[in-house]
């Protein structure tokens, strides 16, 4: 379709979406043109093919610059949703995020200043899918250039066989831009958005993309390996004295905001989940995607989770979020609902076998359940047109190094696990005969004792009562040495039947605040 050929819908759409975020910023009008009017603009139109410039309708938001950036990052997504992209529209990708997020920080309001250059409102939905649209671009193009690397590089040390066209063609264009998505300049506009939204000035659309950021900022550094800064990234979502914002016509916690984005909310649980678990936060691992599970759970259920946008990828990530909880539920003794951990048994009963009989069922259920982490290191392109050039590190797969960190904790556990199960026969044990148990000398045995503390010593999250982290253990039994004697003691001796009840009073509730908010037609 010509630039100057598309319908009078088009255009009226472009001026509606324009007035309602620039002018009038009514956030009923703005809901209702983002996730109604576009998909069916889009259906009908343009199923396929690429939205009209910028430059085209330029005229119809009063070549506003800052509304061309937001209208030129939609489209663009909307296009690499429906074709494949090459690296050129990476690129083209690239140029568009850095453009929209220059200028929403040009016009955000300095420090200390009553209000910004301009009005800018978006609703949460829209701040969201701007931020993970960006990430998952950036993933993108981490591994499409790791594979090209690789390729090229497998080719040249092969004299049987030449580079095809494309892999020279990417190759070439990947060198002439090897800054972009550069992992710094990303994490820059992450950290810069969090600095912003956080001001006492801040407008609420720099608040909800301050939040938003700070969940993207938590799926990067999961997905680079660095677990702890994942954790610390979601600091201000769970800040007690956030002040509350408004969401429509109610006033939110920054919390509450993101559980209201439901993608948002999957993103974090996911990405939070696979951090504690590889931080050795066991309980807090549990927590986080046991919650997630279950309101997903009730979610396929009612059929609620088939109305939002994306629903076909839901269903792959609960899928390994049980995975995750496999691992986590057998590693400690924690508490997950019911029905959770009859799914838990029920997909995963084979590969729990494995790992009690000794086999590598911890690897397999990791595998599946793990994020695709990323090399964000830009590789030497001539090396790769170079016959005997080294592929390591480069050419490695990230996530098997984490794999192989990963399978390195577990090998522990599972000598800790044999080590737990003879325990848990007694309340008295001599040292040495609890080494023979396990098939090791006692000068070797003895570290061991002291190792199963620390491994499962770990920090648990705070409760609405006491924010602060708090020490804990995920042992499940007690036990100190002492005369060459091991002292065993449950560290619960009797199941609470109430957390069980109350439980499930909750969920009633929600149950009934569900059915009351359903509008019956008669």
């Known amino acids: 379709m010509a630039d100057n050929l598309f ?45 009209p410039t910028s430059e085209a309708i330029a005229s119809e938001c009063s070549n506003d610059e800052l509304f061309l950036a937001l209208y030129n990052e939609l489209t663009l997504r909307h296009l690499q949703s429906v074709k494949r992209p090459s690296v050129r529209d990476r690129i083209e990708g690239w140029h568009a995020y850095r453009k929209l997020f220059d200028l929403v920080l040009s016009e955000a309001p300095e420090d200390g200043a009553e209000k910004g250059r301009d009005q800018l409102f978006l609703i949460p939905e829209w701040c969201f ?25 497998k080719t040249a040390d092969d004299p049987e066989k030449t580079p095809t066209s494309h892999v020279l063609d990417s190759i070439q264009v990947l060198k002439e831009n090897r800054d972009a998505w550069a992992v710094e300049t990303v994490l820059f506009y992450l950290r ?63 919390e509450d905001l993101v559980n209201g984005v439901f993608p948002a909310r999957l993103s974090l649980a996911y990405h939070a989940g696979v951090s504690y678990l590889m931080l050795r936060r066991y309980k807090d691992a549990a927590g986080m995607l046991g919650g997630i599970c279950l309101f997903m759970q009730r979610g396929f259920k009612t059929g609620q989770l088939r109305k939002i946008p994306g629903s076909d990828q839901f269903n792959k990530l609960f899928d390994r979020m ?16 019911d029905s959770i951990a009859s799914v838990v048994r029920e997909k995963h009963a084979n590969n729990l076998s494995k790992i009690e009989s000794g086999e590598e069922g911890y690897e397999e259920l990791f ?85 199963f503390k620390h ?25 100190y040495v002492a005369e060459n004697t091991v002292h065993v003691d449950e560290a619960e001796k009797t199941r609470r039947f109430e957390t069980f009840f109350m439980k499930q009073i909750a969920n009633n509730d929600d149950i009934l605040r569900q059915i009351e908010r359903l509008k019956i037609e008669v």
């Not at 407008?203 to 999961?222: D, N």
């Not at 010593?457 to 007690?478: F, S, V, Y």
């Open 7 to 51: 319908p009078d819908s088009v255009k009226d759409f472009v001026f509606d979406l324009h007035d309602a975020s620039r002018r009038s910023l009514v956030p009923s009008e703005l809901h209702a043109l983002y996730t109604g009017s576009f998909r069916d603009v889009t259906a009908k139109y343009f199923p396929t093919s690429a939205w």
């Open 129 to 153: 899918d701007i931020l993970h649209e960006f990430l998952y671009q950036f993933q993108g193009f981490c591994q499409f250039r790791t594979t090209t690397y690789c390729s090229a590089a």
């Open 192 to 254: 810069r958005l969090i600095r912003v939204g956080l001001q006492k000035n801040a407008s609420v659309t720099y608040r909800y993309l301050s939040y938003f950021a700070s969940v993207t900022l938590s799926r990067l550094e999961c997905l680079l390996g660095d677990y702890k800064a994942s954790i610390s990234a979601l600091d201000v979502i769970y800040d007690v004295d956030a002040e509350a914002l408004a969401v429509g016509e109610e006033m939110k916690s920054p």
């Open 322 to 337: 049980i995975a995750l909880l496999a691992i986590v539920t057998h590693i400690c003794s924690t508490q997950i609902d």
């Open 367 to 451: 595998v599946f359940a793990c994020p695709k982490f990323v090399n964000p290191a830009v590789p030497n392109y001539e090396e790769a047109l170079t016959a005997g050039s080294p592929l390591m590190p480069y050419g490695q797969d990230t996530y098997k190094l984490q794999v192989h960190h990963f399978m390195n904790e577990m090998a522990a556990h599972q000598t800790l696990r044999k080590m737990k199960s003879y325990m848990c026969l007694y309340t008295s044990i001599g040292v040495e005969k609890l080494a023979s148990f396990n098939d090791m000398k006692v000068e070797e045995f003895e570290p061991w004792l002291a190792c």
């Open 455 to 479: 491994k499962m010593q770990q920090l648990e999250r705070g409760t609405e009562a006491n924010a602060q982290d708090k020490m804990g253990t995920a042992m499940g039994i007690h036990y």
